[in-house]
């Protein structure tokens, strides 16, 4: 078997090459094509902004940041003592 594909290397690979492009198109049409066809409805009530939920990820944020700002500083007083 290996042999064989050894000695038609070009030929494999032309099929392997033909194979992916059908694959290809083929997820193309089921995922595109089919999928305009279809009606999408979409739930508003999960697209709400939800102010609590904005604030927490904006408290986060804030914790974050100062936790970078107190790495940074330390590490360029670090720097600086070490005489760099």
């Not at 099929?15 to 999408?40: E, H, M, P, R």
């Not at 102010?51 to 360029?76: G, P, R």
């Amino acid at each position: 078997m290996l042999w064989f594909l050894g000695e038609h290397a070009f030929s494999v690979i032309l099929v392997f090459i033909l194979i992916n492009t059908i694959s290809g198109a083929l997820i193309i049409y089921v995922y595109i094509i089919l999928a305009q066809g279809k009606d999408i409805s979409i739930d508003s009530e999960s697209f709400k902004f939800k102010e609590s939920t904005y604030q927490k990820v904006i408290t986060q944020q804030e914790k974050n940041q100062q936790h970078l700002d107190a790495i940074e500083q330390s590490s360029s007083e670090n720097f600086q003592e070490d005489g760099l």
